[in-house]
Protein backbone atom coordinates (compact mmCIF):
# COMPACT_ATOMS: atom_id res chain seq x y z
CA UNK A 1 0.00 0.00 0.00
CA UNK A 2 1.61 3.35 -1.04
CA UNK A 3 1.75 6.18 1.48
CA UNK A 4 -1.25 8.85 1.31
CA UNK A 5 -1.16 11.70 -1.06
CA UNK A 6 -2.80 14.85 -1.90
CA UNK A 7 -3.43 17.35 -4.59
CA UNK A 8 -2.03 19.81 -2.51
CA UNK A 9 1.49 17.77 -3.16
CA UNK A 10 1.16 18.21 -7.00
CA UNK A 11 1.32 21.85 -6.77
CA UNK A 12 1.99 23.35 -10.25
CA UNK A 13 6.00 22.98 -10.88
CA UNK A 14 5.83 19.76 -8.43
CA UNK A 15 6.48 16.21 -9.49
CA UNK A 16 3.17 14.39 -9.92
CA UNK A 17 3.02 10.90 -7.72
CA UNK A 18 3.37 8.53 -10.58
CA UNK A 19 3.04 5.64 -8.65
CA UNK A 20 -1.03 7.29 -7.79
CA UNK A 21 -1.34 7.90 -11.43
CA UNK A 22 -0.27 4.46 -12.72
CA UNK A 23 -2.87 2.79 -10.03
CA UNK A 24 -5.58 5.06 -11.09
CA UNK A 25 -4.63 4.40 -14.94
CA UNK A 26 -4.99 0.73 -14.07
CA UNK A 27 -8.31 0.83 -12.88
CA UNK A 28 -9.48 2.79 -16.33
CA UNK A 29 -6.64 0.00 -17.78
CA UNK A 30 -9.46 -2.78 -16.29
CA UNK A 31 -12.80 -0.58 -16.65
CA UNK A 32 -12.01 -0.94 -20.29
CA UNK A 33 -13.65 -4.22 -20.26
CA UNK A 34 -17.11 -2.89 -19.66
CA UNK A 35 -17.14 -0.62 -22.61
CA UNK A 36 -15.15 -2.42 -25.27
CA UNK A 37 -16.14 -6.10 -24.51
CA UNK A 38 -19.34 -6.38 -22.86
CA UNK A 39 -21.25 -3.00 -24.46
CA UNK A 40 -19.40 -2.91 -27.73
CA UNK A 41 -17.71 -5.71 -29.52
CA UNK A 42 -19.37 -9.00 -27.68
CA UNK A 43 -21.78 -8.75 -26.02
CA UNK A 44 -23.53 -5.75 -27.48
CA UNK A 45 -23.64 -7.37 -30.50
CA UNK A 46 -23.96 -11.36 -28.92
CA UNK A 47 -27.40 -10.04 -27.95
CA UNK A 48 -28.68 -7.97 -31.12
CA UNK A 49 -27.41 -10.91 -33.35
CA UNK A 50 -27.55 -13.93 -31.95
CA UNK A 51 -30.08 -13.50 -28.56
CA UNK A 52 -32.58 -10.95 -30.42
CA UNK A 53 -32.19 -11.16 -33.65
CA UNK A 54 -33.96 -9.08 -36.56
CA UNK A 55 -33.72 -5.88 -35.11
CA UNK A 56 -35.55 -6.91 -31.64
CA UNK A 57 -32.01 -7.30 -29.38
CA UNK A 58 -30.76 -3.50 -30.57
CA UNK A 59 -34.37 -2.18 -30.16
CA UNK A 60 -34.51 -4.19 -26.72
CA UNK A 61 -30.91 -2.70 -25.84
CA UNK A 62 -31.90 1.17 -27.13
CA UNK A 63 -34.99 0.66 -24.32
CA UNK A 64 -33.06 -0.67 -21.78
CA UNK A 65 -30.35 1.91 -22.03
CA UNK A 66 -32.90 4.87 -21.50
CA UNK A 67 -34.33 3.31 -18.72
CA UNK A 68 -30.47 3.33 -17.20
CA UNK A 69 -30.21 6.45 -18.38
CA UNK A 70 -32.87 8.12 -16.47
CA UNK A 71 -32.49 6.58 -13.31
CA UNK A 72 -28.71 7.74 -13.41
CA UNK A 73 -29.68 11.48 -15.14
CA UNK A 74 -32.28 11.95 -11.48
CA UNK A 75 -29.43 9.97 -8.99
CA UNK A 76 -25.92 10.29 -9.91
CA UNK A 77 -25.72 14.18 -8.66
CA UNK A 78 -26.94 13.53 -5.41
CA UNK A 79 -25.22 10.15 -4.81
CA UNK A 80 -21.92 11.71 -5.92
CA UNK A 81 -22.34 14.70 -3.16
CA UNK A 82 -23.33 12.18 -0.63
CA UNK A 83 -20.14 10.76 -1.17
CA UNK A 84 -18.28 13.88 -0.43
CA UNK A 85 -20.47 15.25 2.42
CA UNK A 86 -19.56 11.84 4.12
CA UNK A 87 -15.80 11.37 3.04
CA UNK A 88 -16.66 8.32 1.24
CA UNK A 89 -15.37 8.69 -2.36
CA UNK A 90 -13.07 5.96 -2.42
CA UNK A 91 -15.54 3.36 -0.43
CA UNK A 92 -17.91 4.11 -3.05
CA UNK A 93 -15.88 3.87 -5.45
CA UNK A 94 -14.84 0.01 -4.35
CA UNK A 95 -18.54 -1.10 -3.77
CA UNK A 96 -19.42 -0.27 -7.15
CA UNK A 97 -16.70 -1.90 -8.71
CA UNK A 98 -17.65 -4.97 -7.61
CA UNK A 99 -21.20 -4.45 -7.97
CA UNK A 100 -20.15 -4.20 -11.90
CA UNK A 101 -17.70 -7.20 -11.56
CA UNK A 102 -20.50 -9.31 -10.29
CA UNK A 103 -23.12 -8.32 -12.94
CA UNK A 104 -20.65 -8.74 -15.78
CA UNK A 105 -19.91 -12.54 -14.68
CA UNK A 106 -23.54 -12.78 -14.27
CA UNK A 107 -23.44 -12.33 -17.86
CA UNK A 108 -22.31 -16.04 -18.41
CA UNK A 109 -26.25 -17.14 -18.04
CA UNK A 110 -27.64 -15.55 -20.95
CA UNK A 111 -27.89 -18.50 -23.90
CA UNK A 112 -28.43 -17.52 -27.06
CA UNK A 113 -32.12 -17.73 -27.24
CA UNK A 114 -35.08 -15.10 -27.38
CA UNK A 115 -36.35 -16.04 -23.73
CA UNK A 116 -33.09 -14.83 -22.44
CA UNK A 117 -33.45 -11.44 -24.16
CA UNK A 118 -35.21 -9.40 -21.15
CA UNK A 119 -32.38 -10.82 -18.79
CA UNK A 120 -29.75 -9.98 -20.98
CA UNK A 121 -30.69 -6.84 -21.47
CA UNK A 122 -31.69 -6.00 -18.20
CA UNK A 123 -28.10 -7.15 -16.81
CA UNK A 124 -26.66 -5.22 -19.87
CA UNK A 125 -28.32 -1.54 -18.57
CA UNK A 126 -27.80 -2.46 -14.90
CA UNK A 127 -24.11 -3.09 -15.11
CA UNK A 128 -23.73 0.39 -17.42
CA UNK A 129 -25.84 2.30 -14.27
CA UNK A 130 -23.30 1.08 -11.65
CA UNK A 131 -20.45 1.83 -14.01
CA UNK A 132 -21.28 4.90 -14.25
CA UNK A 133 -21.56 5.26 -10.60
CA UNK A 134 -18.06 4.23 -10.19
CA UNK A 135 -16.88 5.84 -13.02
CA UNK A 136 -18.19 9.76 -11.30
CA UNK A 137 -16.20 8.79 -7.86
CA UNK A 138 -13.18 7.57 -10.33
CA UNK A 139 -13.22 10.78 -12.60
CA UNK A 140 -13.82 12.72 -9.32
CA UNK A 141 -10.15 12.06 -7.98
CA UNK A 142 -8.18 13.45 -11.17
CA UNK A 143 -8.89 16.87 -8.57
CA UNK A 144 -6.58 14.87 -5.88
CA UNK A 145 -3.93 13.43 -8.49
CA UNK A 146 -3.09 16.36 -11.08
CA UNK A 147 -2.95 20.40 -10.62
CA UNK A 148 -4.54 22.51 -13.23
CA UNK A 149 -1.85 22.88 -15.73
CA UNK A 150 -1.27 19.22 -16.21
CA UNK A 151 -4.85 17.83 -15.60
CA UNK A 152 -5.12 17.43 -19.38
CA UNK A 153 -2.27 15.25 -19.57
CA UNK A 154 -3.09 12.82 -17.09
CA UNK A 155 -6.61 12.71 -18.35
CA UNK A 156 -5.60 11.88 -21.42
CA UNK A 157 -3.20 8.75 -19.84
CA UNK A 158 -5.88 7.72 -18.06
CA UNK A 159 -8.20 7.36 -20.89
CA UNK A 160 -5.13 6.13 -23.20
CA UNK A 161 -4.60 3.49 -20.68
CA UNK A 162 -8.38 2.65 -20.98
CA UNK A 163 -8.42 1.95 -24.22
CA UNK A 164 -4.76 0.05 -24.16
CA UNK A 165 -6.41 -2.35 -21.73
CA UNK A 166 -9.35 -3.02 -24.10
CA UNK A 167 -6.98 -3.88 -26.91
CA UNK A 168 -4.97 -6.13 -24.82
CA UNK A 169 -8.64 -7.85 -23.79
CA UNK A 170 -9.93 -8.05 -26.71
CA UNK A 171 -7.02 -9.72 -28.28
CA UNK A 172 -6.70 -12.11 -25.47
CA UNK A 173 -10.80 -13.24 -25.66
CA UNK A 174 -10.52 -13.08 -29.67
CA UNK A 175 -7.36 -15.58 -29.67
CA UNK A 176 -8.57 -17.84 -26.52
CA UNK A 177 -12.42 -17.66 -27.09
CA UNK A 178 -13.72 -16.45 -30.56
CA UNK A 179 -11.18 -17.25 -33.35
CA UNK A 180 -11.40 -20.62 -35.35
CA UNK A 181 -12.65 -23.56 -34.80
CA UNK A 182 -13.47 -25.19 -30.84
CA UNK A 183 -11.95 -26.65 -28.87
CA UNK A 184 -11.19 -23.17 -27.37
CA UNK A 185 -9.24 -22.13 -23.86
CA UNK A 186 -10.55 -24.14 -20.80
CA UNK A 187 -11.65 -27.30 -23.70
CA UNK A 188 -14.99 -25.32 -25.05
CA UNK A 189 -16.83 -25.90 -27.58
CA UNK A 190 -19.40 -23.33 -29.37
CA UNK A 191 -22.88 -25.05 -28.40
CA UNK A 192 -25.19 -22.95 -27.02
CA UNK A 193 -22.71 -19.80 -27.53
CA UNK A 194 -20.49 -21.20 -24.25
CA UNK A 195 -17.60 -19.81 -25.97
CA UNK A 196 -18.63 -16.15 -26.19
CA UNK A 197 -20.52 -16.36 -22.82
CA UNK A 198 -17.27 -17.49 -21.13
CA UNK A 199 -15.98 -14.18 -22.44
CA UNK A 200 -18.17 -12.36 -19.72
CA UNK A 201 -16.40 -14.35 -16.92
CA UNK A 202 -12.64 -13.31 -18.39
CA UNK A 203 -14.26 -9.76 -18.39
CA UNK A 204 -15.02 -9.63 -14.94
CA UNK A 205 -11.81 -10.96 -13.72
CA UNK A 206 -9.99 -8.81 -15.79
CA UNK A 207 -11.85 -5.51 -14.55
CA UNK A 208 -11.40 -7.21 -11.11
CA UNK A 209 -7.33 -7.49 -11.20
CA UNK A 210 -6.36 -4.42 -12.27
CA UNK A 211 -8.81 -2.33 -10.07
CA UNK A 212 -7.12 -3.98 -7.24
CA UNK A 213 -4.32 -1.18 -7.38
CA UNK A 214 -6.14 1.64 -7.00
CA UNK A 215 -8.42 0.01 -4.38
CA UNK A 216 -5.78 -0.95 -2.57
CA UNK A 217 -3.73 2.51 -3.05
CA UNK A 218 -4.42 5.48 0.00
CA UNK A 219 -5.31 8.38 -2.02
CA UNK A 220 -6.17 10.79 0.41
CA UNK A 221 -9.33 12.41 -1.60
CA UNK A 222 -10.19 16.32 -0.75
CA UNK A 223 -13.60 14.75 0.23
CA UNK A 224 -12.36 13.65 3.41
CA UNK A 225 -11.41 16.96 4.90
CA UNK A 226 -15.10 17.98 4.13
CA UNK A 227 -17.18 15.77 6.41
CA UNK A 228 -20.22 16.83 7.17
CA UNK A 229 -23.43 15.59 8.97
CA UNK A 230 -25.62 13.14 7.49
CA UNK A 231 -28.55 14.57 5.88
CA UNK A 232 -32.10 13.55 4.07
CA UNK A 233 -32.13 12.22 0.47
CA UNK A 234 -34.71 15.01 0.23
CA UNK A 235 -32.12 17.78 1.73
CA UNK A 236 -29.66 16.00 -0.39
CA UNK A 237 -31.91 17.28 -3.31
CA UNK A 238 -32.68 20.71 -1.87
CA UNK A 239 -28.92 21.47 -1.79
CA UNK A 240 -28.52 19.70 -5.10
CA UNK A 241 -31.37 22.47 -6.40
CA UNK A 242 -29.16 25.89 -4.70
CA UNK A 243 -25.85 24.24 -6.30
CA UNK A 244 -27.51 24.44 -9.52
CA UNK A 245 -28.74 27.80 -8.80
CA UNK A 246 -25.75 28.90 -7.66
CA UNK A 247 -23.73 27.96 -10.83
CA UNK A 248 -26.04 30.25 -13.31
CA UNK A 249 -25.50 32.97 -10.61
CA UNK A 250 -21.65 32.62 -10.15
CA UNK A 251 -20.65 30.31 -12.32
CA UNK A 252 -21.92 30.00 -15.84
CA UNK A 253 -19.49 28.97 -17.70
CA UNK A 254 -19.57 25.50 -15.78
CA UNK A 255 -23.04 25.32 -16.06
CA UNK A 256 -22.97 25.66 -19.99
CA UNK A 257 -20.21 23.27 -20.13
CA UNK A 258 -22.25 20.63 -18.56
CA UNK A 259 -25.06 21.11 -20.60
CA UNK A 260 -22.96 21.21 -24.07
CA UNK A 261 -20.77 18.47 -22.69
CA UNK A 262 -24.16 16.51 -21.97
CA UNK A 263 -25.32 16.54 -25.74
CA UNK A 264 -22.29 15.80 -27.34
CA UNK A 265 -20.54 13.10 -25.21
CA UNK A 266 -23.58 11.36 -25.81
CA UNK A 267 -22.85 11.05 -29.60
CA UNK A 268 -19.38 9.83 -28.31
CA UNK A 269 -20.40 7.33 -26.28
CA UNK A 270 -23.03 6.33 -28.72
CA UNK A 271 -19.88 5.83 -31.53
CA UNK A 272 -18.98 2.85 -29.34
CA UNK A 273 -22.26 1.76 -28.09
CA UNK A 274 -23.73 1.33 -31.76
CA UNK A 275 -20.74 1.38 -33.73
CA UNK A 276 -20.07 -2.83 -33.54
CA UNK A 277 -23.74 -3.19 -34.11
CA UNK A 278 -23.43 -1.06 -37.03
CA UNK A 279 -20.29 -2.75 -38.24
CA UNK A 280 -22.05 -6.21 -37.98
CA UNK A 281 -25.74 -5.50 -39.44
CA UNK A 282 -25.00 -3.15 -41.92
CA UNK A 283 -21.08 -3.37 -43.37
CA UNK A 284 -21.13 -7.00 -43.20
CA UNK A 285 -18.34 -7.75 -40.34
CA UNK A 286 -18.23 -10.99 -38.81
CA UNK A 287 -18.39 -11.43 -34.94
CA UNK A 288 -14.31 -12.28 -35.44
CA UNK A 289 -13.90 -9.35 -37.83
CA UNK A 290 -15.56 -6.40 -35.02
CA UNK A 291 -13.19 -7.95 -32.31
CA UNK A 292 -10.39 -7.49 -34.63
CA UNK A 293 -11.38 -3.78 -35.48
CA UNK A 294 -11.87 -3.46 -32.07
CA UNK A 295 -8.44 -3.78 -31.02
CA UNK A 296 -7.23 -1.53 -33.76
CA UNK A 297 -9.99 1.02 -33.10
CA UNK A 298 -8.64 1.15 -29.56
CA UNK A 299 -5.38 1.62 -30.48
CA UNK A 300 -6.39 4.72 -32.39
CA UNK A 301 -8.26 6.03 -29.75
CA UNK A 302 -5.24 5.52 -27.24
CA UNK A 303 -3.09 7.08 -29.32
CA UNK A 304 -5.58 9.81 -30.30
CA UNK A 305 -6.25 10.03 -26.23
CA UNK A 306 -2.13 10.48 -25.09
CA UNK A 307 -2.07 13.41 -28.14
CA UNK A 308 -5.40 14.44 -27.29
CA UNK A 309 -3.98 15.29 -23.63
CA UNK A 310 -0.36 17.04 -24.84
CA UNK A 311 -2.45 19.60 -27.03
CA UNK A 312 -5.21 19.98 -23.87
CA UNK A 313 -2.41 21.41 -21.67
CA UNK A 314 -0.96 23.38 -24.40
CA UNK A 315 -4.01 25.01 -26.56
CA UNK A 316 -7.14 24.19 -23.79
CA UNK A 317 -10.06 21.72 -23.71
CA UNK A 318 -12.37 23.11 -25.47
CA UNK A 319 -10.01 23.30 -28.61
CA UNK A 320 -9.40 20.05 -28.42
CA UNK A 321 -12.90 18.84 -28.11
CA UNK A 322 -14.17 21.10 -30.59
CA UNK A 323 -11.90 19.61 -33.22
CA UNK A 324 -12.94 16.58 -32.49
CA UNK A 325 -16.38 16.63 -32.42
CA UNK A 326 -16.48 18.68 -36.03
CA UNK A 327 -14.05 15.74 -37.51
CA UNK A 328 -16.22 12.93 -35.99
CA UNK A 329 -19.48 14.89 -37.85
CA UNK A 330 -17.83 14.88 -41.21
CA UNK A 331 -16.70 11.16 -40.92
CA UNK A 332 -19.58 9.70 -39.82
CA UNK A 333 -21.58 12.04 -42.54
CA UNK A 334 -19.71 10.29 -44.98
CA UNK A 335 -19.98 6.80 -43.61
CA UNK A 336 -24.25 7.22 -43.77
CA UNK A 337 -23.76 6.76 -47.68
CA UNK A 338 -20.45 4.03 -48.12
CA UNK A 339 -23.00 1.09 -46.41
CA UNK A 340 -23.26 -0.55 -50.76
CA UNK A 341 -20.31 -0.47 -52.70
CA UNK A 342 -19.06 2.53 -54.50
CA UNK A 343 -17.37 2.78 -58.00
CA UNK A 344 -14.98 5.79 -57.64
CA UNK A 345 -13.97 4.83 -61.06
CA UNK A 346 -9.99 4.84 -60.00
CA UNK A 347 -11.09 2.35 -57.08
CA UNK A 348 -14.34 0.29 -56.22
CA UNK A 349 -14.95 0.62 -52.24
CA UNK A 350 -16.09 -2.26 -50.47
CA UNK A 351 -18.23 -1.59 -47.46
CA UNK A 352 -16.03 -3.51 -45.11
CA UNK A 353 -13.15 -0.99 -45.75
CA UNK A 354 -15.27 1.77 -46.08
CA UNK A 355 -16.05 1.14 -42.30
CA UNK A 356 -11.93 0.03 -41.60
CA UNK A 357 -11.26 3.47 -42.92
CA UNK A 358 -13.56 5.79 -41.38
CA UNK A 359 -14.57 3.26 -38.09
CA UNK A 360 -10.80 4.12 -37.14
CA UNK A 361 -11.05 7.70 -37.94
CA UNK A 362 -13.96 7.80 -35.37
CA UNK A 363 -11.76 5.83 -32.69
CA UNK A 364 -9.22 8.82 -32.92
CA UNK A 365 -11.52 11.61 -32.66
CA UNK A 366 -13.39 9.80 -29.73
CA UNK A 367 -10.73 9.53 -27.62
CA UNK A 368 -9.11 13.08 -27.28
CA UNK A 369 -12.95 14.19 -26.96
CA UNK A 370 -13.65 12.58 -24.39
CA UNK A 371 -10.28 12.71 -22.05
CA UNK A 372 -10.48 16.39 -22.51
CA UNK A 373 -13.98 16.55 -21.46
CA UNK A 374 -12.82 15.22 -17.65
CA UNK A 375 -9.85 17.28 -17.89
CA UNK A 376 -12.36 20.53 -18.57
CA UNK A 377 -14.58 19.71 -15.55
CA UNK A 378 -11.13 18.53 -13.04
CA UNK A 379 -10.23 22.23 -13.75
CA UNK A 380 -13.44 23.62 -12.87
CA UNK A 381 -14.10 21.27 -10.02
CA UNK A 382 -13.37 22.20 -6.27
CA UNK A 383 -11.13 18.95 -5.06
CA UNK A 384 -13.98 18.98 -2.12
CA UNK A 385 -16.81 18.96 -4.26
CA UNK A 386 -15.51 16.75 -7.01
CA UNK A 387 -17.85 13.82 -6.92
CA UNK A 388 -21.14 16.17 -6.77
CA UNK A 389 -20.07 18.10 -10.17
CA UNK A 390 -18.72 14.71 -11.41
CA UNK A 391 -22.41 13.55 -10.58
CA UNK A 392 -23.99 16.37 -12.35
CA UNK A 393 -21.76 15.82 -15.45
CA UNK A 394 -22.73 12.10 -15.63
CA UNK A 395 -26.46 13.46 -14.81
CA UNK A 396 -26.34 16.16 -17.61
CA UNK A 397 -25.10 13.36 -19.97
CA UNK A 398 -27.93 10.73 -18.47
CA UNK A 399 -30.37 13.30 -19.25
CA UNK A 400 -29.62 13.22 -22.51
CA UNK A 401 -28.84 10.18 -23.02
CA UNK A 402 -31.87 8.64 -21.76
CA UNK A 403 -33.45 10.50 -25.10
CA UNK A 404 -30.72 9.30 -27.54
CA UNK A 405 -31.29 5.72 -27.30
CA UNK A 406 -34.85 6.61 -27.47
CA UNK A 407 -34.65 9.01 -30.73
CA UNK A 408 -32.60 6.17 -31.93
CA UNK A 409 -35.39 3.73 -31.42
CA UNK A 410 -37.80 5.83 -32.80
CA UNK A 411 -35.72 5.89 -36.13
CA UNK A 412 -35.20 2.43 -36.25
CA UNK A 413 -39.12 1.95 -35.55
CA UNK A 414 -40.15 4.53 -38.54
CA UNK A 415 -37.31 2.80 -40.78
CA UNK A 416 -38.30 -0.70 -40.20
CA UNK A 417 -42.16 0.49 -41.12
CA UNK A 418 -41.16 1.96 -44.50
CA UNK A 419 -38.44 -0.02 -45.39
CA UNK A 420 -38.49 -4.24 -43.85
CA UNK A 421 -34.58 -4.46 -44.90
CA UNK A 422 -32.93 -4.51 -41.35
CA UNK A 423 -29.57 -3.56 -42.42
CA UNK A 424 -30.89 -0.57 -43.89
CA UNK A 425 -33.04 0.31 -40.69
CA UNK A 426 -29.85 -0.29 -38.41
CA UNK A 427 -27.94 2.33 -40.49
CA UNK A 428 -30.91 5.05 -39.14
CA UNK A 429 -28.60 4.81 -36.15
CA UNK A 430 -25.53 7.28 -37.75
CA UNK A 431 -28.27 9.72 -38.59
CA UNK A 432 -29.30 9.41 -34.30
CA UNK A 433 -25.50 9.97 -33.58
CA UNK A 434 -24.62 12.84 -36.15
CA UNK A 435 -27.77 14.69 -34.95
CA UNK A 436 -26.49 14.65 -31.11
CA UNK A 437 -23.07 15.64 -31.72
CA UNK A 438 -24.05 19.07 -34.03
CA UNK A 439 -26.15 19.66 -31.19
CA UNK A 440 -23.39 19.41 -28.75
CA UNK A 441 -20.88 21.69 -30.87
CA UNK A 442 -23.51 24.28 -31.25
CA UNK A 443 -24.00 24.30 -27.24
CA UNK A 444 -19.60 24.41 -27.16
CA UNK A 445 -20.24 28.01 -28.89
CA UNK A 446 -21.76 29.30 -25.65
CA UNK A 447 -18.77 27.45 -23.30
CA UNK A 448 -14.98 29.53 -22.55
CA UNK A 449 -11.94 27.26 -21.58
CA UNK A 450 -11.52 27.26 -17.99
CA UNK A 451 -8.90 29.89 -16.39
CA UNK A 452 -7.38 29.49 -13.08
CA UNK A 453 -7.52 26.74 -10.33
CA UNK A 454 -10.42 25.63 -9.32
CA UNK A 455 -9.84 25.87 -5.31
CA UNK A 456 -10.50 29.97 -6.18
CA UNK A 457 -13.73 29.14 -7.52
CA UNK A 458 -15.06 26.88 -4.47
CA UNK A 459 -17.02 29.38 -2.70
CA UNK A 460 -19.23 29.96 -5.61
CA UNK A 461 -20.85 26.92 -5.69
CA UNK A 462 -20.91 26.07 -1.96
CA UNK A 463 -24.49 25.28 -0.77
Known sequence: MTSAVHADDTASGQPL?????????LWSWGNATVSAVMVTFVFGTYIADAVGPGGQGTQYLTT?????????????????QRADRAGRRRLWLTINTFIVVGLVAACFFIKPEQGYLVLGVTLMATMTLFDELANLNYNA????????????????????????????????????????DPPYWFGLGDEEAINIRMVAVVAAAWFLLWALPLLFT??????????????????????LIHVIVGLWKEDR??????????????????????????????????TGDILLFGIAGNIAAALGAFAGGWFDDRIGPRQVIMTCVTALVLIAGVMYFLDVERDFGLFVLEPTTAFWILGLGLCLFVGPAQASSR?????????????????????????????????????????????????????A????????????????????????PAKMREHRIRS
Not at 17 to 25: D, E, L, Q, T
Not at 158 to 180: E, Q, S
Not at 253 to 265: E, G, K, V
Not at 387 to 401: H, I, Q
Request: proline share 3%; aromatic share 8%; glycine share 12%.
Open 17 to 25: HKRVIAAWS
Open 64 to 80: ANAIAGGIIAVTAPVIG
Open 141 to 180: MITDIADHERMGRVSGIGWGAGYLGGIVILAIVYFGLVAG
Open 218 to 239: NVKTADTEVVQDKVSIAESYRR
Open 253 to 286: NTLWFLLASAIYRDGLSAVFTYGAILGVTVFGFT
Open 375 to 427: AFLGRLAPPSRAAELFGLYATAGRSVSFLTPALISLILLISSAEDTDVQRGDK
Open 429 to 452: IILGVVTILLMGLAAMLLVKNPTG
